[in-house]
């Protein structure tokens, strides 16, 4: 039993991260019946951004400390970063040690202008293309991202450290009942897990108790009548889009402690977001999570020792698996709606 | 001529010509300039390149061009037919004959497969499908899962497959070369015709190539010529409209679809003759995204455009990944100090190493202004240049109505 709930919570990291780029890439299709290949990208962008955070926060003048002398007899020079000299040493050191929850403070100001530039300079004027144009375009502009990032960042992934107050981890199996140290779980990937699971719910809060949220969904629904009433539903949408990146742009950022970012991560979780989406249906919003979260935890069930003992390998395409097997018995995906994207 | 229209012949003998001259045209300067440094692609691994990716793009094309439907894992099937052809090479000889057989018909049956599962969506469905079974196929093949389950190597993972010297070799007669050959004739054996400061290599390995990509070329202006092309294309257009004629689309969907994986499939094949050993890194996904911008970048659903496009991006991959600074700074010899420095700093992330970047800007590029690529843009030229000459003439191309 223990073994069974330590692998549901294995999968539900993954999964969280697959659920949050799946939940901003059907916001997207959703709203503006765009395929955005360069979401992954946006994913990466925000990985990046805590990067930056952590530079940003790690930068220092040089100071000439009197009172302590190298070897040959001159005053040390001490690097000290602004922030230890702004707020004093104790609290420009846990300001550092929070480089990466701190940086949701960089990443949403970004990703939404990111987004907001994305849609007015580029994607608006592919709504009447036809979408393979559509993906090839985003394609292309992935492509173009991830290599602007390797240029700036270089190609080696790069160690953004978690707090280290959340280093180690949390013994759950003492809470549930269980002999203490059979559920052990990584503090961040709960954090990270609870993080996603808040943004979610304020994404689906925004569009279900906000007028602004309901004006979209109508727009979802149908574009055309609400332009109708006088409602400027682009803007509206373009705003979707700037939310969608931020979304994916915070998955990125609260990932990197997991995963080392590196200039080719988002083209990695892109395509099985992809696949996520497929399978929750696409352009439904509780799907695309959903099949996010699903997967994520058949994931983990798949790399379990006994499983791969019985089929080796089966966790790296159990994913790929999953999906045809639904979209051959369930064309629309899980919670697809009729008349969705069924040309 | 060979059952084709006049015009249709005519571009059949200038690919011809261009494929046997090759190694002539694309060696316009001497060896020891400057300029053949870095501009010569008369070598014989790039125009081999040159031909089997354009045979591999010619067969997208049947598919993307005629159908519409765009696959987005295309390098799988590649991968398949390179991983037949060594497996040949390891149990029978170094013959390339089996090898290309047996590449064409297990990407054949691959495809069939894969394409009687992907065409049952279409649109956005058909192409993440696609990459989901080739993400399949490449992870199966990077940890070598085959293998695994029957306790041997079949792919033989992240290593790559090779040929061994342990390895059967049942048909491997006492003098056979042992590199790929065809009957004798060496793959990598290459004439040499040295004339002043020019060099013009002769290579088997390229001109068998060739001849695999003008078949494919051949057969791919009669699919498009055929009432068989003329159905794909009503598909495209208007799919719906097919069925309620009555008529069931699917399985001319499917002969597209495998047709152009035995394409992808043979062009995987001939990589391995040139080269017998391969990876999974071939089925990986960019490499798909690869063959999806050589097509676009040419000209989708036109006869030479493919070719065109597999040709510009790996010339120009192979010239600007060579380029580095020392070299700009040769070429910008001539201007002031200044200028120099500022023109290399500005040029250096697009070179080298930053060949994906110049890449996916000119792939956006070609995506947002020309949608038809680079055919469409000689045609604007064409078109150009006959306005100017008979004010009345309209240009031939028809839209579609749509």
Request: neutral net charge.
């Amino acid at each position: 039993m223990d073994a069974f709930i330590l692998q549901i919570l294995n999968g539900l990291d993954k999964g969280s991260a697959y659920a949050l780029i799946a939940l901003g890439l059907t916001l997207i299709f959703g709203t503006l019946g765009v395929v955005n290949f360069a979401h992954g990208a946006l994913f990466m962008i925000g990985a990046f951004c805590a990067v930056t955070m952590q530079r940003i926060l790690n930068l220092s003048s040089t100071v000439i400390d009197e009172t302590q002398k190298d070897f040959l007899g001159n005053p040390l020079k001490v690097e000290v970063p602004y922030v230890e000299s702004w707020f004093g040493e104790a609290a420009g050191a846990a300001i550092q040690d929070w480089s990466v929850p701190l940086s949701i403070l960089l990443v949403i100001p970004v990703m939404l202008l990111v987004g907001w530039a994305m849609e007015r300079g580029l994607i608006k004027h592919f709504y009447k293309r036809p979408h393979a144009d559509q993906i090839l375009v985003t394609f292309g502009l992935a492509i173009v991202i991830g290599e602007i990032i390797k240029a700036f960042f270089g190609a080696n992934p790069i160690q953004t450290p978690m707090p280290s107050a959340f280093i180690g981890t949390v013994d759950l199996g003492a809470w549930m009942g269980f002999d203490p140290g059979s559920v052990a779980y990584p503090t961040w990937r709960l954090i990270y897990f609870f993080f996603s699971a808040i943004i979610i719910a304020a994404v689906f809060a925004f569009l279900q108790f906000t007028t602004f949220g309901m004006v979209v969904r109508a727009g979802m629904a149908d574009r055309e009548t609400v332009g109708m009433l006088g409602i400027d539903i682009d803007r509206r949408f373009t705003l979707m889009f700037g939310l969608a990146a931020a979304v994916a742009g915070l998955a990125g950022a609260m990932y990197t402690p997991i995963l080392s970012p590196h200039y080719n991560i988002g083209m990695d979780f892109l395509v099985l977001s992809f696949v996520v989406v497929v399978v929750g249906g696409m352009g439904s919003l509780p799907g695309a999570v959903l099949a996010g979260f699903l997967l994520g935890i058949l994931q983990s069930f798949a790399s379990m020792n006994e499983v791969k003992a019985l089929i080796p390998g089966i966790d790296q395409i159990i994913i790929y698996l999953v999906a045809i097997i639904i979209l051959l018995t369930r064309p629309r995906g899980l919670m697809g709606r009729k008349g969705v994207m069924e040309e | 001529m060979l059952g084709l229209n006049s015009r249709d012949f005519r571009l059949f003998l200038i690919v011809c010509a261009l494929c046997l001259f090759a190694p002539i045209i694309l060696n316009p300067f001497p060896v020891a300039s400057s300029l053949g440094e870095s501009f010569n692609a008369g070598y014989p691994a790039l125009m081999q390149r040159f031909v089997i990716f354009g045979l591999l793009v010619i067969g997208f094309n049947i598919l993307f061009g005629l159908t519409g439907y765009l696959s987005f894992g295309h390098a799988a099937f590649l991968g398949v037919g390179s991983f037949a052809a060594v497996w040949m090479f390891k149990l029978l000889s170094y013959n390339v004959v089996p090898a290309i057989i047996l590449s064409v018909i297990v990407a054949g049956l691959f495809s069939v497969v894969i394409g009687y599962v992907a065409l049952r969506r279409s649109g956005i469905y058909f192409s993440i499908l696609t990459l989901a079974f080739a993400q399949m196929m490449y992870s199966i093949a990077f940890s070598d899962l085959v293998g695994k389950l029957f306790g041997t190597i079949v792919t033989n993972g992240e290593t790559g497959l090779q040929v061994y010297n342990d390895d059967p070799q049942i048909l491997l007669g006492q003098g056979d070369p042992t590199v790929p050959h065809l009957f004798g004739l060496e793959m990598n054996s290459a004439y040499t015709w040295k004339i002043g400061g020019w060099e013009f290599v002769f290579q088997n390995g390229y001109y068998l190539s060739a001849l695999f990509m003008v078949l494919g070329f051949y057969l791919s202006i009669r699919i498009f010529r055929s009432p068989f092309g003329m159905m794909l294309r009503a598909i495209k257009s208007n799919q719906t409209r097919m069925s309620y004629t009555g008529l069931d689309t699917k399985p001319y969907m499917l002969a597209a679809f495998v047709i152009s994986g035995m394409y992808a499939g043979l062009a995987g094949g001939l990589l391995a003759a040139m080269d017998p050993l391969t990876g999974a890194e071939r089925m990986f996904w960019t490499a798909s995204g690869e063959i999806v911008v050589m097509a676009i970048l040419g000209g989708v659903g036109t006869l030479v455009g493919p070719v065109l496009g597999a040709g510009v991006i790996k010339y120009l991959e192979n010239i600007v990944s060579k380029i580095n600074d020392s070299i700009l700074h040769n070429w910008f010899a001539f201007m002031p100090d200044w200028m120099d420095n500022l023109l290399v700093t500005i040029i250096h992330p697009f070179i080298g190493k930053g060949w994906h970047l110049t890449l996916g800007l000119l792939f956006m590029a070609v995506v947002i202004f020309l949608p038809g690529g680079l055919m469409q843009l000689g045609e604007k030229f064409t078109a150009l240049f006959r306005r100017k000459k008979t004010d009345d003439a309209k240009t031939g191309a028809t839209n579609p109505a749509e």
